[in-house]
């Protein structure tokens, strides 16, 4: 559960597509400029986000990346999952892999117990966060910027 540059990349590039890709693929150094995200990371973040099937690339001279789906059906938890796996690591719930001795420990059960809690949180607000609703919060905050008046 370490967010890192990696995962605020992935998803600024996800949103960035999502923005841009109305006329067809978008191309890789067209995100990094626009995110100032070193390319050569990009494409690496692109390359598991094509993996996992939330991007879709296209090869040639007209070729780039394009959400696989419309922004409404992707979301947050994909993009994290995509790039770094578990959002809360399953064996700190499970227990799996530690010593069976563990479970006899009552901090054990009331520390896992408070792993599962956390994880259910970060998927409702990763799984129940769309791309799309990332755009309207974009643009709401972008139009909102329109409108200030200076006096």
């Given at each position: 559960?370490?967010?890192t540059a990696k995962e605020d990349y992935g998803l600024r590039a996800v949103l960035d597509l999502a923005?841009?890709?109305g006329h067809g693929p978008v191309q890789?150094?067209?995100i990094a400029s626009r995110q100032r995200i070193p390319e050569q990371f990009l494409e690496q973040l692109l390359a598991s986000l094509r993996r996992a099937e939330v991007v879709r690339s296209t090869r040639g001279a007209g070729g780039?990346?394009?959400l696989a789906a419309s922004?409404?059906?992707v979301t947050v938890g994909q993009v994290l999952r995509a790039l770094s796996g578990p959002l809360v690591p399953p064996e700190l719930v499970t227990g799996e892999g530690a010593?069976?001795?563990l479970n006899a420990i009552?901090?054990?059960t009331a520390v896992r117990g408070l792993w599962e809690q956390m994880r259910a949180a970060i998927r409702t607000v990763a799984d129940g966060t769309t791309i799309q609703d990332l755009l309207d919060?974009?643009?709401d905050a972008h139009s909102d910027q329109g409108y200030m008046m200076h006096i």
């Open positions: 559960m370490n967010f923005v841009n890709g890789t150094r067209e780039g990346y394009a922004p409404d059906r010593d069976p001795a009552p901090e054990t919060r974009r643009n």
